[in-house]
């Protein structure tokens, strides 16, 4: 059974950090590429970040480079997301995914981020 379990959200001031994990389990966590969206009330989900199977490749929304960082550890099957330089439009759930060899998608329950001061 595939489990996708997010942690690591809570309430920061703007321009703290924070680190999410998604601990992945029920299937090849090494051999598929795994994202990061978020979703705030009232808009899609939109995508965040992406990294490819073996960790080498990965892609970032305009709006989080160079303050987002996704990386994994496929010793552990966990995905992580190290948020920097948090800003208040930064604030939503976050959820990680990934979609299988049968193009069905799976998504963790969602964590949330709140940056307020």
């Known amino acids: 059974q595939v489990q996708l379990v997010e942690s690591g959200g809570g309430l920061v001031q703007p321009g703290g950090s924070l680190r999410l994990s998604c601990s992945a389990s029920?299937?090849?966590?090494?051999?598929?590429?795994m994202k990061w969206y978020r979703q705030t009330p009232g808009k899609e989900r939109e995508l965040v970040a992406t990294?490819?199977?073996?960790?080498?490749?990965?892609t970032y929304l305009d709006a989080v480079k160079g303050r987002f960082t996704i990386y994994r550890d496929d010793v552990k099957n966990t995905l992580y997301l190290q948020i920097n330089k948090l800003k208040y439009e930064d604030t939503a759930v976050y959820y990680c995914?990934?979609?299988?060899?049968?193009?069905?998608?799976?998504w963790g329950q969602g964590t949330q981020v709140t940056v307020s001061s």
């Open positions: 995914n990934f979609v299988d060899w049968n193009s069905r998608e799976y």
């Open positions: 029920g299937f090849g966590f090494n051999l598929h590429t």
């Open positions: 990294i490819k199977r073996g960790g080498t490749s990965t």
